[in-house]
């Protein structure tokens, strides 16, 4: 089945720091998706990208759809301890979200 | 409005047992998913339902089954319980399915965690 690679595995930054992780495919994705996880609790989504090249915010992230369909990164600005967490980069080609691809996740430490 | 909830939070089975992982939106959402996430790893699809009376395999159906009870509830059950089954499983739901739009966006409940021994 279809593939995602995501990297870092993990991340260990200072507090201000800016944060940069990225997923990577081999089969090309209409949609591109990322979630935040805090422990304990479920996914929540952050970002989603609909078009290849389109770059959108949500305040301090930054998402982008790569033009080739097969990638995206997600930027962290200034980052603060409440980023803590696992993000993950998640792709889909049919017309239904629920069927997505999900990278096996970053996790991110926030030192302060 | 509670969103998607779950029940139960934990559960411990032994192998062999049978148990029903339930899970309701009060968001009047269409689409209802079964999810699991296994230590260091992504979701993983195991069922979902398109619409009220639907129902479909995801990428790992084997050893589960579900129904989608009415709009709101959609429960997932293991007849015969596995170690390789111990996992955290997550309820999700979405609006529609177009695939292009905000409606696509997916909502997760706070998971059940399973150990099976």
């Known amino acids: 089945g279809q593939q995602l690679n995501q990297s870092p595995q993990s991340m260990f930054i200072q507090e201000g720091e800016d944060v940069s992780m990225n997923c990577t495919s081999s089969s090309i994705f209409n949609t591109w998706l990322w979630y935040k996880q805090d422990p304990g609790e479920g996914p929540v989504l952050l970002i989603a990208l609909y078009k290849a090249g389109e770059l959108t915010s949500n305040g301090r992230l930054t998402a982008q759809f790569g033009i080739t369909r097969k990638d995206s990164f997600l930027n962290i600005s200034a980052s603060i301890p409440s980023d803590v967490g696992i993000y993950f980069c998640?792709?889909?080609?049919?017309?239904?979200?629920?069927?997505?691809?999900f990278g096996d996740g970053t996790t991110l430490t926030v030192k302060p | 409005n509670a969103g998607v909830t779950q029940t139960p939070k934990f559960q411990v089975l032994k192998t062999g047992q049978s148990m029903t992982l339930q899970c309701a939106q009060d968001m009047n959402h269409n689409s209802m998913y079964w999810y699991r996430q296994d230590p260091g790893m992504g979701l993983r699809l195991i069922y979902y339902?398109?619409?009220?009376?639907?129902?479909d395999k995801g990428e790992v159906p084997n050893g589960y089954n579900v129904s989608r009870l009415n709009k709101r509830e959609f429960s997932l059950r293991l007849e015969s319980a596995a170690p390789s089954q111990t996992s955290v499983y997550f309820c999700?739901?979405?609006?529609?399915?177009?695939?292009?739009?905000?409606?696509?966006?997916?909502?997760f409940g706070p998971g059940t965690r399973l150990t099976v021994l």
């Open positions: 999700a739901s979405t609006l529609g399915t177009s695939g292009t739009s905000s409606t696509d966006t997916q909502y």
């Open positions: 339902s398109a619409s009220e009376g639907t129902t």
């Open positions: 998640a792709g889909h080609r049919t017309l239904n979200a629920g069927k997505s691809t």
